[in-house]
């Protein structure tokens, strides 16, 4: 039977039909905008009258006749002022077209792209957190990822900022390796180059993984509020501590949360070291350090690193030698280690006289070593006294006499610093990039985030004893007479720095050392020169 072809229209009309959607369909859209603000009104209208019945029908009903009463009166006062009807046809128009707009439909769950990150990282933590033993595993092979994952939030790329992590009761949360193995999946699968947060709450069996925000690195060093024998070591996140300070940030004055290190007789970590990589901002604290002592005490730099960076503070009042040669700091360096002694025996007459004890006694004294290493080296060779053998008398009974040591080293100079100076120093500064391991080899704990890698300078970690590791972004203070530096930061520091010391002023002879001392001989010790001499070539 020959086959009947199939009509026109189906067989060469199709370009045609769609010829004729499109006409369509570009008309629906015109009319559409057209008559938009006309659907927009519309539905404006039609909300209005389902609130108005919403309300009706929540009105109790002997409160009915009275609201009639008074929507009555008002349609009369409108019908006779003059204008009235059109007045209220156009606030009507303008409420109904302000009700009926296009809202934004907020997004109430992750989207496909979100759900794929989270199903990833689900079936990632399947080895961590199952066991075979498990009659019904929270986590599974193809298991479900809402049952363990709740509060998820992204930011604009996608990328998790905050998760609930729900975890099985056998999980050995207390052991710390294994709770760094979780971190470090969930830090690279959430996105590297962020600092991470985990809060563990081992009782209800849950991980809280959330995205940190940098720390700003505005602040530039000025005058905090603090109490005496308090110093800024930098600043913090706003729950890490329980107390700001006001702070001029950008012209602009706000509270900051700091990372206050407290010195002098009653505090439990009077000694300081800061570690770091070149350029991560050591010697920026160190100098930062010394523009808030001086206010109330004495300095005494001695720079290993012969850089100048402390040129700025040489012949300051209050500066009573910047070192930068190895004589000049052994000199400096016995000096403070006699003073120290000196405070010692007069502070210990007087109490047993019953007086108080002298003044010069109860004056800070603060004794910054930048790179003693270096120092140490050129000893050895010239077979002279290590100068941190030195700093032994002023880190065991410098507390009691307001002797404060603060020492600045590199990662790979740390092994200098022998037993009799490191456990001294119970006060830890990380400053810069270092990997976990060795942020805890020098804290003694490992950091509670996951440190980046790259950081800018002042960025770090501090630890104070045997308290919490909080995160640090030193004030900004640079050397003011580095043109490479920016000017507003370096003006402050200038701001900051005390007046020129009285060339003719002479130094008071301290007390005798007590007659215990292995030389008999009364000694004199008089304070360094306060001239800063140019490093040995």
């Given amino acids: 039977m020959a086959r009947r072809p199939l009509p026109r229209i189906l067989s060469n009309g199709s370009d045609r039909i769609a010829r004729s959607r ?11 905008d057209v008559l938009h603000p006309l659907i927009t009104i519309t539905r404006g209208l039609r909300l209005l009258a389902a609130a108005g019945r919403r309300k009706w029908a929540d009105t109790p009903k002997e409160r009915r006749g009275p609201s009639l009463f008074l929507a009555a009166a008002c349609v009369l006062v409108v019908a006779l002022v003059p204008y009235g009807p059109l007045l209220a046809l156009i606030s009507l128009m303008g409420l109904a077209a302000w009700t009926g707009r296009q809202r934004t439909t907020a997004r109430t769950g992750p989207d496909e792209a979100e759900l794929a990150r989270l199903r990833a990282l689900y079936e990632a933590l399947v080895p961590y957190f199952s066991v075979p033993e498990d009659p019904d595993p929270l986590y599974a092979h193809g298991g479900e990822w809402a049952k363990a994952f709740s509060d998820p939030e992204f930011d604009g790329d996608g990328r998790l900022t905050r998760l609930r992590v729900r975890y099985p009761a056998y999980f050995t949360d207390a052991e710390a390796d294994a709770r760094s193995r979780v971190e470090q999946l969930l830090h690279t699968k959430s996105g590297r180059g962020r600092e ?7 009782e209800g069996n849950q991980l809280v993984l959330s995205v940190l925000p940098a720390l700003p690195t505005t602040i530039a060093a000025q005058r905090f509020v603090i109490a005496p024998g308090e110093t800024v070591l930098g600043f913090t996140d706003a729950d890490a501590v329980q107390r700001t300070v006001p702070v001029v940030d950008g012209g602009e004055t706000r509270d900051a949360a700091p990372v206050v290190w407290r010195t002098g007789p009653r505090s439990t970590e009077p000694h300081l070291l800061i570690a770091g990589q070149p350029g991560s901002g050591t010697t920026t604290l160190l100098r930062s350090l010394a523009l808030q002592a001086l206010p109330h005490g004495d300095v005494l730099i001695v720079e290993g690193s012969g850089t100048g960076e402390f040129a700025c503070l040489a012949e300051r009042s209050g500066v009573l030698a910047v070192e930068c040669v190895l004589s000049g700091a052994l000199a400096s360096l016995e000096w403070a280690a006699h003073e120290t002694e000196r405070r010692l025996t007069a502070a210990n007459r007087a109490r047993q006289a019953g007086h108080p004890t002298p003044e010069d006694t109860r004056r800070p004294l603060w004794i910054l070593l930048d790179r003693p290493s270096v120092f140490s080296h050129l000893a050895a060779v010239d077979g002279r006294t290590d100068p941190l053998q030195l700093l032994q008398v002023p880190l065991r009974h410098g507390r009691a006499v307001g002797v404060t040591v603060v020492v600045t080293e590199q990662f790979d100079s740390l092994d200098v610093l022998n037993e009799t100076v490191r456990p001294h120093l119970r006060a830890r500064v990380v400053l810069g990039p270092a990997s976990p391991d060795r942020i805890s080899s020098v804290l003694g704990t490992p950091p509670h985030t996951t440190p980046r890698p790259d950081v800018p300078p002042g960025r770090g970690y501090a630890r104070l004893g045997t308290g919490a590791v909080l995160r640090l972004q030193v004030p900004a203070t640079p050397d003011p007479y580095d043109d490479v530096a920016s000017e507003a930061h370096r003006q402050a520091v200038l ?5 020129r010391a009285d060339d003719t002023a002479t130094a008071t002879p301290t007390e005798a ?19 800063a001499v140019p490093a040995e070539s």
């Avoid at 499109?22 to 559409?32: N, V």
């Avoid at 007590?514 to 000694?523: F, I, N, Y």
Wanted: aromatic share 8%.
């Fill in 513 to 531: 050392l007590p007659a215990t001392d292995p030389d008999p001989r009364p000694h004199t010790n008089p304070r360094p020169a306060k001239t």
């Fill in 22 to 32: 499109e006409i369509a369909r570009t008309a629906a859209d015109s009319a559409t």
């Fill in 495 to 499: 701001a900051l720095l005390p007046d």
């Fill in 196 to 202: 991470y947060l985990f809060d563990w709450d081992e």
